[in-house]
């Protein structure tokens, strides 16, 4: 989700250059028409996730899904009944909510998929979120009822982030998309500092690929230089409404897919040709934009990539 309730935390250019290290790394070959050289993983049932002595000790696994930036089109539903229907590479679906079956129906019908969840906030709808300790818990979000944010140096936290990673590995989901990776750029109450964000999101980049998944850099734009090298796609809300697409190029030159979501009302509506401007842009961009309802319940879809 995009939040903006506090004024962003700028990072000059030389910071993040003097920030940035070389992540991710071992993974199979990237393959730029969007296919990749394994097959999807198995989906096998799992119960909710729980705690567990593996979760830190997961072993390397070689080679993970490497989406390339122009043939990957994309579909991202987190609530609702799926519609599977849709001709597209890949489906960005809710980790917790996701039946197995479904997953394994998208991978019959040769598409690979992203889950969801979120890895800086607390949820407290979800079957884990006992697992977080009260000192992990920072301020609410901003308009997300029942969300706060979560400490992103509490050991604590990063164990349940471990065990989250795992229940994606044992569903068969191809990557993960972990959100509200921006803590540090809004009022949390935790005191989170752009080092520590950089940090945390570089533990979630290798724990995913540790585990054979291929990971998504949610939002964050102020640390996309600083982290494209440790992420395999980078997913975005409204950066064609706030003009702010451009701090994506880092991805699209390194030849991996940016996802855009964007939902203001006149693109939907296409007034004043909104929408074919939109997608003009989007195009000329090389970027994936959906036009989508805010809820993410497929109540209304438009496709730049036509």
Not at 138 to 143: E, K, R
Not at 236 to 259: G, I, R, S, Y
């Amino acid at each position: 989700m995009r939040i903006r309730d506090g004024v962003r935390q700028g990072i000059g250019v030389s910071l993040i250059a003097l920030m940035a290290a070389c992540g991710g790394g071992g993974g199979g070959g990237d393959d730029g028409d969007g296919t990749v050289s394994a097959p999807p993983p198995v989906a096998t049932a799992t119960p909710t996730p729980t705690p567990s002595a593996s979760s830190s000790t997961t072993p390397p696994v070689i080679g993970w899904w490497r989406p390339g930036a122009t043939a990957t089109t994309w579909q991202w539903q987190l609530t609702g009944t799926l519609d599977t229907s849709y001709a597209v590479t890949a489906y960005d679906v809710d980790l917790f909510d996701t039946p197995v079956a479904t997953i394994q129906k998208l991978h019959d019908g040769g598409r690979r998929v992203i889950c969801y969840f979120s890895a800086g906030s607390s949820e407290n709808w979800r079957s884990d979120d006992a697992q977080f300790a009260a000192a992990d818990r920072g301020s609410a979000l901003d308009g997300w009822v029942g969300e706060r944010w979560l400490s992103v140096t509490s050991s604590n936290v990063r164990r349940v982030m471990q065990t989250r990673l795992d229940l994606a590995r044992t569903k068969g989901c191809d990557a993960v998309e972990p959100d509200n990776v921006d803590g540090y750029a809004n009022k949390n109450g935790l005191g989170i500092t752009a080092a520590q964000q950089l940090d945390y999101n570089r533990f979630l980049a290798g724990e995913a690929h540790a585990r054979g998944l291929a990971v998504g850099l949610k939002n964050d734009l102020d640390q996309v230089a600083a982290l494209e090298g440790a992420f395999d796609f980078a997913v975005n809300e409204q950066c064609h409404e706030f003009d702010e697409c451009a701090m994506l190029k880092p991805f699209v030159t390194a030849n991996k897919p940016v996802f855009v979501a964007e939902y203001k009302a006149t693109y939907r509506s296409n007034s004043g040709g909104a929408r074919d401007k939109l997608c003009a842009t989007s195009r000329a961009e090389g970027v994936h934009t959906l036009v989508l309802a805010e809820a993410l319940d497929n109540s209304f879809r438009f496709s730049c990539d036509g």
